[in-house]
């Protein structure tokens, strides 16, 4: 009998050795991020002792941003009640700050568990990306798009509104 796709897939033996390399925190490249590893450069937006914010380096949208817990989780149902209500008033405080920035007409809110899901990186992070007038749907703006903002740029019209952060989450 001819296999599915998808046990093939379970069945792939180098498939199981990359799922156990990623899952070793000790490469994750967002714990890197988060213990300041110098090796990776990252564009940070904002950091306080729980979690962070980042610019995706490779946006699919101006404005496009990670949220980031500091510490290495790989299940949302593993987040404390703390850790989960403190990750969503950053997410709401990025809302605030990219309408203040972006003007977007509105968002795509994401997060993917696992290989299956289209995760790329274990380490749990929300994707924040604003829409505008006449973007393209959701998987679309996956292919090759010209960025209409440099991400230096991004980051310094975030930052001059950085304080929408500092009160909301303090
Ligand atoms: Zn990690």
């Known amino acids: 009998m001819k296999k599915s796709p998808f046990e093939s897939y379970l069945a792939a033996p180098w498939k199981a050795e990359y799922v156990r390399k990623k899952k070793d925190s000790n490469e994750c490249i967002l714990c890197a991020i988060a213990n300041k590893n110098k090796s990776f450069t990252a564009w940070e937006v904002f950091r306080d002792d729980q979690a962070m914010i980042l610019l995706n380096k490779y946006p699919y949208n101006p404005g496009h941003l990670l949220i980031v817990p500091l510490d290495h989780f790989e299940e949302f149902d593993m987040l404390s009640a703390s ?71 991004t980051l310094i019209k975030l930052q001059k509104e950085i304080e929408i952060l500092r009160k909301n989450t303090f």
Do not use: C
């Open 83 to 153: 850790l989960s209500s403190h990750l969503t008033i950053l997410i709401q405080s990025s809302i605030k700050l990219l309408k203040k920035t972006h003007f977007p007409l509105g968002f795509n809110i994401g997060l993917n568990i696992g290989n299956v899901s289209g995760a790329s990186v274990r380490h749990i992070h929300w994707h924040i990306v604003p829409r505008y007038f006449g973007d393209y749907n959701f998987l679309e703006i996956l292919g090759t798009r010209v960025m209409v903002e440099t991400l230096p740029q």
